[in-house]
């Protein structure tokens, strides 16, 4: 590079550098990724089963089934924020040859984030309980069946929580959370669950009853957090009770579980078959959340650790419905003593089940449409917030206007 030729900006950089970078871009991408790529897109169409070659039935198999969704919202006042979530559920039963609607059933509630912080994390745990408990109602009467969740198992119990990943930050939280409620922590599940009897949000009004500041904001969202594992290891009890199988249908996923490669197994999967409806190769693992999580037993406080990671069996696989339609990641889940997780035959079984139940299915693109019956119906829109926050005598002029009355 001569005098002449030394950039002065980034932008003049660019246009001297194009050509050499663009020749270092392709013998890199040639030499390393093209070959990553090529390995792991073999191992992805190795796993894949076109649905065409599979043994099903000529008639599509019924079954009883329910799905759900929920909503949130916030709004951000000056010294507080204020949160919306609502949640819907449906149960549908076969008719013919075709389903009719069983049972529906919606919950809402709105109140402020107390003590303020992590708000939006907190609201979306809110919103899952909610979920987890108003379907608990939808599934009642079903026996025999499936209950379609929109989303990974993995991402409802560990994901988007209010604290750092390590398990310290946690157990830090739980161990304040005894101190102020003086309760150990099995005496602070029971309370939980006794509330939830009433409201699954009854624990927020009990907390807005305590003197609370920002220190105590981690302690606090712990214990709402712990009320969502309650709601939800009750639904799966209850699923189990009545032997239906909780199917968590997730539409964009990162995971690596399948292939394992440097990009999502959807980027091989999408390559290896663009376009036929299929299924790959079932995956059996023992605890709800992946191992690739980083989320052991431990992380969860006990007794909901030897639930979650020791006492559920996880049977995961991809699955495109219709001809040219989206991919989406299955994670059906059962008791460790209804499927042991060393089962690889039971599981392709299982499997192979629910692909031909949801070969029965409407659908919209692939996707099934009770899922988006259960999306639309628990959509929560501004239009009701801002109404809903008038009610409650705020003034919406400006946000930073909080005061009741104004």
């Known amino acids: 590079m001569n005098s002449e030729k030394i950039p002065k900006t980034l932008i003049e950089a660019a246009h001297i550098k194009r050509g050499v970078i663009e020749r270092l871009a392709l013998a890199y991408y040639k030499s390393t990724v093209e070959e990553l790529i090529r390995e792991k897109l073999e191992k992805a169409r ?25 909503g949130s919202s916030t709004i951000d006042m000056e010294a507080f924020t204020i949160y919306a979530v609502q949640a819907w559920s449906g149960s549908w039963i076969p008719i013919g040859n075709s389903y009719k609607v069983l049972r529906e059933e919606r919950i809402a509630d709105i109140g402020i984030v107390y003590p303020s912080g992590r708000d939006e994390e907190r609201v979306r745990i809110y919103r899952e309980t909610l979920e ?32 750092t990943e390590t398990e310290w930050r946690a157990r830090k939280a739980q161990q304040k959370a005894e101190q102020k409620l003086g309760m150990n922590l099995e005496q602070i599940l029971d309370w939980i669950s006794t509330l939830q009897a009433k409201h699954p949000l009854a624990i927020l009004e009990e907390l807005a009853g305590l003197s609370l500041d920002a220190d105590d904001t981690m302690w606090v969202a712990f214990i709402e957090w712990l009320g969502k594992l309650v709601a939800v290891r009750r ?5 189990f009770k009545n032997k239906i199988v909780p199917v968590f249908v997730t539409k964009t996923t990162r995971s690596k579980s399948l292939v394992g490669g440097t990009f999502p197994d959807i980027y091989y999967l999408r390559r290896a078959e663009p376009y036929k409806p299929f299924i790959t190769r079932p995956i059996v693992r023992r605890g709800a959340v992946e191992a690739g999580d980083g989320v052991s037993k ?3 406080p006990q007794p909901l650790g ?22 989406l990641r299955i994670e059906a889940v059962y008791p460790v003593d209804r499927l042991p997780p ?28 009770v899922l988006n019956i259960a999306h639309r119906q628990s959509h929560l829109s501004r239009r009701d917030l801002l109404h809903a926050v008038t009610i409650l005598g705020f003034s919406l002029d400006r946000t930073g206007r909080s005061m009741l009355g104004e």
Not at 148 to 155: E, F, K
């Open 132 to 163: 987890a408990w108003i379907t608990q109602k939808t599934i009642e009467e079903l026996s025999k069946g499936y209950l379609l969740w929109d989303g990974s198992i993995s991402t409802l119990l560990a994901g988007r929580r209010p604290w």
């Open 306 to 327: 030897d639930y979650f990671q020791q006492g559920l069996t996880v049977v995961s696989f991809y699955l495109r419905l219709r001809e040219g339609a989206q991919i």
């Open 235 to 239: 639904l799966l009890n209850l699923s």
């Open 46 to 70: 190795k796993s894949i089963i076109r649905i065409e070659d599979l043994d099903f039935s000529e008639s599509p198999v019924y079954t009883a089934h329910a799905a759900e969704d929920g």
């Open 298 to 300: 431990e992380f969860f």
């Open 342 to 369: 060393v089962d690889a035959d039971t599981g392709r079984e299982e499997a192979l089940r629910i692909v031909e139940w949801f070969l029965s299915l409407p659908t919209a693109k692939g996707y099934p449409i």
